[in-house]
């Protein structure tokens, strides 16, 4: 669980990040103290997935990595001003190319939520 441009390209780092639970075989994390990690990481070491819980335990971020361990999607739980008009959270995706660059934020497509619903605690479908 390393940062941008360390693990992929070929340079262990300590981690930033401990695993505080699982769901199903995905790990949950949670930046260490003394870290000020709030999100999760651009990369994973083995990991094809990490999720981010909100306190009352609800899904709040998905990240999907490629084999290459580089971050190529996220979907999350959070206001989304932009995509909303108003303030209130909203299920919503980003794309990101390998230089970490995310597309804007899109409403979760009913194909993507249903193949990873079981990750997505807390979370119902939206119409």
């Known amino acids: 669980m390393g940062g941008r441009g360390t ?5 262990p780092v300590p981690y930033s990040y401990e695993t505080v639970g699982k769901i199903d075989d995905v790990k949950v994390l949670f930046g260490k103290p003394g870290t000020g990690l709030h999100d999760l990481p651009a990369e994973a070491h083995s990991s094809n997935m990490y999720i ?4 009352d335990g609800t899904l709040n971020m998905l990240r999907i990595y490629d084999d290459n361990h580089y971050l190529s999607a996220e979907i999350a739980y959070h206001p ?3 995509l909303t008009g108003n ?3 909203v299920l919503h995706i980003h794309y990101y190319d390998k230089n970490f ?3 804007k934020a899109d409403y979760l497509d009913f194909e993507t939520f249903n193949k990873y619903k079981k990750y997505l605690v807390g979370r119902k479908w939206y119409d």
């Open 101 to 103: 660059n995310r597309t």
């Open 87 to 89: 303030g209130e959270p």
């Open 7 to 11: 693990f992929a390209s070929g340079n």
């Open 80 to 82: 989304e001003p932009k």
């Open 52 to 55: 981010k819980l909100h306190k």
